[in-house]
C-alpha cells in the first residue's frame, strides 16, 4: 500500500480516537517490505493510542531489523508463525524456511528485547495444528519457554478457498472439522475488524484475501462512511438472519457455523442488540465480541 493512502487511513483513525489494534499486513510477509519501519513510525505518530502488532514468520527479523523495531518501540504485539516444534515437522510445513535460522532469529529478539530492558512488544509464537506437525506442540512450547506465549490453532477452510486436503486422508481431523461445524456459530468479522487491502478496497474479512466480496473503499470513503455503510449493514444483516444464499463465502466458511440452538430467537435477539450497539458505537465493539461470546456458551451449557 502507498504511504499517503496508509496516512489517510491512519490519520482517520485518531479522529475516532481509536484506541484498538493495527494489523498492518494480511496473509503476506511484511518484513518483505523494504521500508517497513516508515509504516508503524507513521502510525506511531499519526494515531499514538492505538497499539501495533505484526504476524511474521520470523525469517526476515534480523539483528539490524529487530534493533531499529525495538529502540523505536514499533510494536506492540509480535506473533510469529512457528509451524512445528522440530526441524523435520516445521520445514516439512514452512517449506524453504529454515528451522535453525528463523528459531534464531527468534531468540535474538527476545534477548535483545530483554537486554534493551522494553516492556514491548510481547512476543507470542503460534502454530496451525496439522498431521504433520500435531505431534510436536510439547516440543514447540519447550523450544520457546523464553517467549510470553505459545498458541496452537485449528486448521480454517479459508471460506472454502482452500479444500483442505490433509482431512481426507485423516479421519480424527476431518471428524473434528464436522463436529466443530455442527457445534458453533460465533463470528465477529463483520462487527469488530476491518479488513483493507492495498487498493484501498474493504473485503468481508482478512479470509476474503481476493476481495470478491467488496463492502466498500477507504480511498474515495472515510473508514466510518464504510462502516456505517449501506453494504456493510446488509451484509450484516444477511449473517444474523442466516441468509447465506447473499453470502457464499461465508457458507463455506469453517469460521462461520451453523447451530439450531443460536436460531433460538430469544438468543438471536440479544445478539442483535448487541451488534447493533457495536455497530454504532466502534469503541464498544470488543466489549460487544465478549458479550457475544457469553451468550452463545451460555447457550451450550443450558444444552449439556
Given amino acids: 500500500m502507498e504511504l499517503e493512502l496508509f496516512e489517510k487511513i491512519v490519520s482517520e483513525l485518531e479522529q475516532q480516537r481509536y484506541d484498538g489494534w493495527v494489523y498492518p499486513y494480511l496473509n503476506g510477509e511484511a518484513l518483505l517490505v523494504p521500508n ?74 527476545i534477548e535483545l528485547r530483554d537486554r534493551l530492558g522494553k516492556d514491548i512488544p510481547e512476543v507470542t509464537i503460534t502454530m496451525v495444528v496439522s498431521p504433520r506437525n500435531r505431534d510436536t506442540i510439547g516440543a514447540l512450547e519447550d523450544e520457546f519457554r523464553d517467549a510470553d506465549d505459545v498458541a496452537v490453532h485449528g486448521l480454517t477452510n479459508w471460506a472454502g478457498q482452500w479444500e483442505m486436503g490433509e482431512t481426507k486422508q485423516d479421519p480424527t481431523l476431518r471428524h473434528k472439522l464436522v463436529t466443530a461445524l455442527t457445534r458453533t456459530n460465533y463470528c465477529n468479522e463483520l462487527y469488530r475488524p476491518i479488513t483493507i487491502l492495498v487498493n484501498g478496497d474493504v473485503p468481508l474479512c482478512c479470509v476474503d484475501y481476493e476481495g470478491k466480496e467488496l463492502l466498500g473503499n477507504v480511498r474515495r470513503n472515510t473508514i466510518a462512511e464504510v462502516w456505517h455503510g449501506e453494504r456493510y449493514n446488509k451484509t450484516r444483516d444477511a449473517l444474523q438472519n442466516w441468509d447465506f444464499s447473499a453470502l457464499p463465502l461465508c457458507s463455506r466458511c469453517t ?50
Wanted: glycine letters at 4%; aromatic letters at 10%.
Fill in 255 to 304: 469460521n462461520v457455523r451453523v447451530s439450531l440452538i443460536t436460531k433460538n430467537p430469544v438468543v438471536q435477539g440479544l445478539k442483535r442488540c448487541v451488534s447493533f450497539y457495536a455497530q454504532k458505537h466502534p469503541r464498544f465493539a470488543a466489549k460487544s465480541d465478549a458479550i457475544s461470546k457469553k451468550i452463545y456458551y451460555y447457550r451450550i451449557s443450558k444444552r449439556g
Fill in 36 to 109: 517497513f519501519p516508515d509504516y508503524l513510525r507513521l502510525i506511531r505518530s499519526k494515531a499514538p493510542r492505538a497499539k501495533i502488532v505484526l504476524f511474521s514468520n520470523g525469517s526476515k527479523l534480523t539483528e539490524r531489523l529487530a534493533r531499529i523495531l525495538l529502540e523505536g518501540d514499533l510494536l506492540d504485539l509480535l506473533r510469529i508463525s512457528f509451524d512445528g516444534g522440530t526441524k523435520e515437522a516445521y520445514e516439512s510445513v514452512r517449506r524453504n524456511l529454515s528451522f535453525d535460522e528463523v528459531r534464531k532469529n527468534v531468540h535474538n529478539f
